[in-house]
């Protein structure tokens, strides 16, 4: 629940990862587009209604050259790091052997203010913080660093 440019989601593999187990497959500068998509989650959970607009099913425009995809093969500690604006997204697991876990994790920096908009991820804590202040409640967002 945040807005601003200063952001950055770090996914980092603990299991190896490979297209077979559902690496994890970008658009190149979609955070550019600065479009806010509704969140796309597997079983449809219903705290994410909202009235964004449905994100496009871009797996179908593969070829498109409109569009680059970009996707790595990882190994465990291996990490990618991208903007949480940039169209993102993997299909389901097809390995009958392999698991596919990572972590996921979000540092955001000086221009970010708290958006507590329907439809994101709940922060741990329930931070009470006004719409369009600067997150500083430590106890939920950990300082990673200081200048």
């Not at 597997?42 to 909202?50: G, I, L, M, V, Y």
């Not at 990882?74 to 991208?82: A, K």
């Not at 221009?111 to 922060?123: E, G, L, Q, S, Y």
């Amino acid at each position: 629940p945040m807005q601003g440019g200063d952001i950055l989601s770090i996914w980092v593999a603990l299991t190896p990862v490979n297209h077979e187990n559902s690496a994890v497959e970008y658009i190149a500068g979609s955070h550019r587009w600065g479009k806010f998509y509704a969140a796309v989650t597997p079983d449809k959970d219903a705290r994410f209604k909202t009235e964004l607009e449905p994100c496009p099913n871009f797996s179908k425009e593969k070829g498109n050259p409109k569009y680059q995809f970009l996707s790595w093969e990882m190994q465990p500690g291996d990490c990618l790091i991208h903007h949480p604006l940039t169209v993102h997204g993997a299909e389901g697991n097809f390995s009958p052997t392999r698991r596919r876990v990572g972590v996921s994790t979000r540092y955001f920096g000086a221009d970010c203010r708290w958006d507590p908009r329907p439809a994101v991820m709940k922060v741990t804590g329930d931070p009470q913080i006004p719409a369009g202040a600067r997150p500083t409640d430590d106890r939920c967002f950990p300082v990673a660093y200081r200048v």
